[in-house]
């Protein structure tokens, strides 16, 4: 029997930024996606130990826990002013707020819009899956026309609901963002894409370069009444045509960015 | 023992100013003493008024319904202030501006053309001094000096150009209130 | 130090410089906005944070997020920004982080107005944001006061990890009076081991207003019942005015409270032994003190400028052991010290019942004065 030496390869490991715990998250859901990809650049870049992240009200309420960096819990839709607080009181440590679209959209659509046209050093991760996920599936400010939700059973009508908010769409246009795209967790190419986004846009912060957003479409499988390949299915069908994937704020500062 | 004083008048006529002058003079003569102006809207362009208390203990409200002593630049502030002086008390009304005479007589009133003195003087802004000099010659609450060195050492650096002629329309006001028949 | 002609709300703003204050944020409101127009100037100038917020709302957020850094924090506004307030507020409470607040009241409800007012003080000491919390409420009377105060609330705030009100109205913050501010403190370099600040090496760290589980967050409501017990125990501040030997014995706090001061001179000097009793920490109330003095007083005159917020503590105090009477102005209106001696004359000729609402008299006896018909 021939033995040959091949060193082990480790092609796999947790990230050091991610907590050992499972998740409450549903089965099939992208948040622990989402996660996942900010720990990574967390290593990579080597600053957990600085980080600092703000948690909002929605099912990533407990993503405080998920992560070993420093957290707070904000109030609904109110994270990116709390990250404003701390960002200027302490301007070395880096700061990131996780926000769904409930969150970030609705509620909170003044401090975020507020935040970035103030050109905050922060960095944004915005979860959008046109979904109120934690209260059990209710319209939420980015869900697409016609779409059924628990309080929108008839589909959304856009005559007496209004139309969908396209968050990356309309934070490009503040002159204090540095940094606004949107990605999408459906396919792994669509992730790799993803965790380039994040990693851009936390250097964007490092830098001083400004506000940064990253808009990553995702799943929500449960509130959609879907199984998992429907729902990854029914983003890229539905979602992708209303929020087209794309750079829509690079600021010549940060494109010169060497990563 | 306190003394209350209301200065009031329309916006711009020196009215906060010239009881701000006062509370420095006493705070400096070692009184004790309160400044407060009317707020809000009515001081963008309209009336403006300020009560300056000035006494010997721990003063109580700020406020007073009836002063020892007002000094009224205008005619609305003369309708207002007129009938709430204390007896025996003083009020300096500015001819320049008002066409009616005081109908108390159980206080002490000192008609004076403050606008057309400072103008005399070369300024007319300095009509509040020459109102303040002409209440001070009848309610010797404060010495004139005292209130010299108030503006001395309280004037904005931007207006140290202009003290002595604020001392000068103290003076002026002063001399003017004590040579009126009143 | 020596005394300077000092106007309240930039002397309570120059007050937090002084005691350190690393990190302020506001939203313009009458009347209150010289103190974050005096913020804006001068801790940029010292190297610390000032932002104004785009609502009252970002604004409390921003103090949260900068209380969880351990930072000396302050934030200031007028009564509606305060409202817009109390839902970050009620999270902080929850978080247990040191803040303090400033509010210059002002006439309510809604809109309102700009003159000074009471009307906070149901909202501000019996709560305002959702949740079992008590914050520390102080209550200064001149720009003195004010400055004190101000730097108390600092140092409260940090000891308890507590909210800290200094609730002042437009009178207090317009006012000019001689008064001294304090030496300059240097800016703290060591942070408490609860702050958010990055780990650094060290342990990770969590702040959040968040016990998913019933069991956890009645433990921690508990926990806070036990530091406000401390804060009971400790932290009564009050001011009497010849009571030795006062009949009459006035209740009133800060503007209210200094105005009653100069009815009860005048009543001593038409020969009516009256007295001043004038609480400063409005929270925790000083109940005792009320009940002691109820022993020795025969009557009481709450006089506040709204509709008896206070009077229900006073009443709390005193246990319907001696008559009390109430006297107040309202919206915005401020009392003249007329008012309150002949209400102190009143009740000294008169015979009050124990018995009955204060507040229904008052409001009989009151109706002439603003013309009401029926």
Known sequence: MVTTATPVQVVYKRPTSLSDIPTHYCPGCTHGIAHRLIAEVMDEMNIRDKTIGVAPVGCSVFAYNYFTCDFVEAAHGRAPAMATGIKRVLPDRVVFTYQGDGDMASIGMSEIIHAAGRGENLTVIFINNAIYGMTGGQMAPTTLPGQKTTSSPNGRDVETMGFPMKMAELLSQLDGAGYVVRRSLHDPKNIRMAKKAIRLAFETQVHGLGFSMVELLSTCNTNWGISVLESIQWLEDHMIPAYPIGDYKVSPAVANLKV | MQTEIIIAGFGGQGALFAGQVLAYAAMDSGHQVTWIPSYGPEMRGGTANCTVIIADEEIGSPLVLNPKAAIVLNLPSLDKYEPLVVPGGVLVVNTSLVNRTAQRTDIENVFIPVNEIAEELGNRRLLNMVALGALLAKLPVLSLDEVEKGLVDHLPERHKRLLEVNKLALHRGAEYALQAVT | ?374
């Open chain 3, 1 to 374: 130090m020596s005394k300077e002609l000092l106007k309240g709300n930039i002397a309570m703003a120059e007050a937090a410089v002084r005691a350190g204050v690393e990190a302020y944020f506001g939203y313009p409101i009458t009347p209150q906005t010289e103190l974050l127009e005096w913020m804006s100037e001068r801790l940029p100038a010292l190297g610390r944070t000032f932002l104004q917020a785009e609502s009252e709302v970002a604004a409390i957020n921003m103090l949260y997020g900068a209380a969880c850094t351990g930072a000396r924090v302050m934030i200031s506004s007028s009564s509606p920004g305060i409202s817009l307030m109390m839902e970050g507020l009620s999270y902080i409470a929850g978080t247990e982080v040191p803040v303090v607040l400033i509010d210059v009241m002002r006439g309510g409800p809604g809109l309102g107005n700009i003159a000074p007012s009471q009307g906070d003080y149901n909202q501000i000491v019996h709560g305002g944001g959702h949740g079992d919390y008590h914050p520390i409420v102080l209550a200064p009377s001149s720009v003195q006061e004010a400055i004190d105060l101000t730097v108390l609330a600092f140092d409260l705030a940090e000891k308890y990890r507590s909210i800290v009100f200094v609730v002042a109205d437009g009178n207090i913050g317009q006012m000019m009076e001689p008064a001294e501010l304090p030496p300059m403190r240097p800016v703290r370099t060591e942070y408490p081991d609860w702050a958010v600040r990055g780990s650094m090496g060290q342990a990770r760290h969590f702040l959040s207003s968040i016990y998913i589980e019933p069991k956890d967050e009645e433990v921690a409501n508990y926990r806070m019942m036990q530091v406000w017990k401390r804060v009971q125990e400790n932290e009564i501040r009050y001011q009497e005015y010849y009571l030795d030997d006062a009949e009459i014995t006035v209740v009133g706090f800060g503007t209210a409270g200094r105005i009653a001061l100069s009815a009860v001179r005048n009543a001593r000097l038409q020969g009516v032994k009256a007295g001043l009793f004038r609480p400063i920490s409005l929270n925790p109330f000083p109940i005792d003190e009320l009940e002691k003095i109820s022993q020795h007083t025969k009557k009481l005159l709450v006089v506040e400028m709204n509709t008896g917020q206070m009077l229900n503590d006073v009443q709390r105090a005193v246990k319907g052991k001696i008559p009390i009477d109430f006297y107040a102005r309202l919206g915005g209106i401020v009392p003249f010290p007329d008012e309150i001696l002949a209400e102190i004359l009143r009740i000294n000729q008169e015979e009050i019942p124990l018995e009955g609402d204060p507040r229904q008299r008052w409001m009989k006896r009151f109706a002439p004065v603003i013309n009401w018909k029926n």
